[in-house]
C-alpha cells in the first residue's frame, strides 16, 4: 500500500467513526449495524458483566434495549490511525459523551444522565463493503452517572 492509498484508507475510516457516532445518536439501527464486521466484538467494561459481546447481531440486542430512549451526543477528537495492512487497521478516538434517559424510563442500569470522557480503541478490517470495525473496546477516564 502506497502512501496515498493509506491516506485515503485513514480518511475513510475517520468517516466510518463520524456515521458510527451520528447513526448512533439518530438511533439509525440498520446504518449503525453496518459500521461493523459481522463478526465484530465490543468491549464496555463498566456496563457490561460479560468482558466482550461477539457478532453483530448481539451487539445490537444489547445497544438497542440500553439507548433507544436515551438521546445520546458522541463527540471523537484526535484520531489515531495506523494502517497495519491492506486489510487491517487500528485506532485510538478520544471521546466526550453524554447520555440522558426520561426520569419515567431511566437505563437498564436505572440512570437518568451518564456523562463520559476516554477513548474507543478499535480494530477494523476492509471488507467488500469497505472498512468496518471488527473491535471496539471502550475505555473510559471520567464517568459521572445519576
Same mark, same amino acid.
Request: aromatic share 10%.
Given at each position: 500500500? /502506497?502512501?496515498?492509498?493509506?491516506?485515503?484508507?485513514?480518511?475513510?475510516?475517520?468517516?466510518?467513526?463520524?456515521?458510527?457516532?451520528?447513526?448512533?445518536?439518530?438511533? /439509525?439501527? &440498520?446504518? $449503525?449495524?453496518?459500521?461493523?464486521? !459481522?463478526?465484530?466484538?465490543?468491549?464496555?467494561?463498566?456496563?457490561?458483566? &460479560?468482558?466482550?459481546?461477539?457478532?453483530?447481531?448481539?451487539?445490537?440486542?444489547?445497544?438497542?434495549?440500553?439507548?433507544?430512549?436515551?438521546?445520546?451526543?458522541?463527540?471523537?477528537?484526535?484520531?489515531?490511525?495506523?494502517?497495519? %495492512?491492506?486489510?487491517?487497521?487500528?485506532?485510538?478516538?478520544?471521546?466526550?459523551?453524554?447520555? $440522558?434517559?426520561?426520569?419515567?424510563?431511566? %437505563?437498564?442500569?436505572?440512570?437518568?444522565?451518564?456523562?463520559?470522557?476516554?477513548?474507543?480503541?478499535?480494530?477494523?478490517?476492509?471488507?467488500?463493503?469497505?472498512?468496518?470495525? %471488527?473491535?471496539?473496546?471502550?475505555?473510559?477516564?471520567?464517568?459521572?452517572? !445519576?
Amino acid at each position: 500500500m /502506497n502512501k496515498i492509498e493509506e491516506l485515503l484508507a485513514i480518511e475513510e475510516i475517520k468517516r466510518l467513526k463520524a456515521k458510527y457516532c451520528r447513526v448512533m445518536d439518530e438511533k /439509525n439501527w &440498520q446504518e $449503525w449495524r453496518d459500521v461493523f464486521t !459481522s463478526d465484530g466484538k465490543m468491549l464496555v467494561p463498566e456496563v457490561v458483566e &460479560q468482558p466482550e459481546i461477539i457478532g453483530v447481531d448481539a451487539i445490537i440486542a444489547f445497544i438497542i434495549p440500553l439507548l433507544d430512549t436515551a438521546v445520546t451526543v458522541h463527540h471523537l477528537h484526535a484520531p489515531e490511525i495506523e494502517i497495519i %495492512s491492506e486489510t487491517e487497521a487500528t485506532g485510538i478516538w478520544a471521546l466526550d459523551d453524554t447520555l $440522558w434517559w426520561p426520569a419515567d424510563r431511566p %437505563s437498564t442500569f436505572g440512570w437518568t444522565k451518564l456523562r463520559g470522557a476516554g477513548h474507543y480503541r478499535e480494530k477494523y478490517r476492509k471488507t467488500a463493503k469497505g472498512w468496518r470495525i %471488527s473491535e471496539l473496546f471502550l475505555t473510559r477516564l471520567y464517568i459521572d452517572r !445519576s
